[in-house]
């Protein structure tokens, strides 16, 4: 599937970070793009900055009728899906035996609904939209694209919940590549190292400087804009299914 003026995508976490540079990258190639988010004020900014081919929809992607009920409309919009990018998730950092006792079970919960329970909504309602699609040469329907993390294989002290969110957006990964591809469907899986996304905004320079100083090469942190040429580069690459591929600059993060 060629990542090209034919891309009808939706992306959660659409209007910010990762989920931004690959509506602004489908934006530029010629597609159309719905940008699922709970931010109403950057989904306005987004949608003046991008066009007509660009839509926001609030959508809380733990929820699994609003996730149908935007996956309905912007089929509806475009006339089709073929691409689904899930990058809507919460960090929810925390000891699990923190100063103040023991992690509340709510907050592990918490992280699992959004970055788990979220992606898979939005996975199963894009596929179900994508199978009715006319396939390619190759039987090819649709693609879809998850976020994990290279926390999903060197969480950190502290990262017990988060880690453990992204360790299950990767096991799930195959079994859903393996089940769609009756339909023609791709599944895959970018697992970041450490990008500048709006969580890197509120921290100190000197901060930033030293996460960045911990990537090998380049030693620096990562760009939006190269998270969304992978998902390009996994649109255009039709043997790409059911893996994990980390984008990290050869980073294996330490205990903390």
Known sequence: MKFDSSIKAIVSGGVSGLGGAVAEK???????????????????????????RARYI??????????????????????????????????????????????????????????????????KAAAAAMQDNAPSADGERGVLVNTASVAAFEGQIGQA????????????MLPMAREFARIGVRVMTIAPGIFWTPMMEGMPEEVQKSLGAQVPFPSRLGKPHEYADLVASICDNAMLNGETIRLDGAIRMQPK
């Open 26 to 52: 489908v934006i530029a190639a010629g597609g159309q793009v719905a940008m699922l988010d709970i931010s109403d004020d950057k989904g306005a900014a987004m949608v003046a900055k991008l066009g007509a």
């Open 58 to 123: 609030r959508c809380d992607v733990a929820s699994e009728q609003e996730v149908a009920a935007a996956v309905a409309a912007a089929k509806a919009a475009f006339g089709g899906l073929n691409l689904a990018v899930c990058c809507a998730g919460i960090l929810g950092a925390g000891r699990v035996l923190g100063r103040e006792g023991p992690m509340p079970t709510d907050h592990f919960a918490k992280v699992i609904t959004v970055n788990v329970v979220g992606t898979f909504n939005l996975c």
């Open 161 to 172: 919940a988060y880690s453990a969110s992204k360790g299950a957006v990767v096991g799930m």
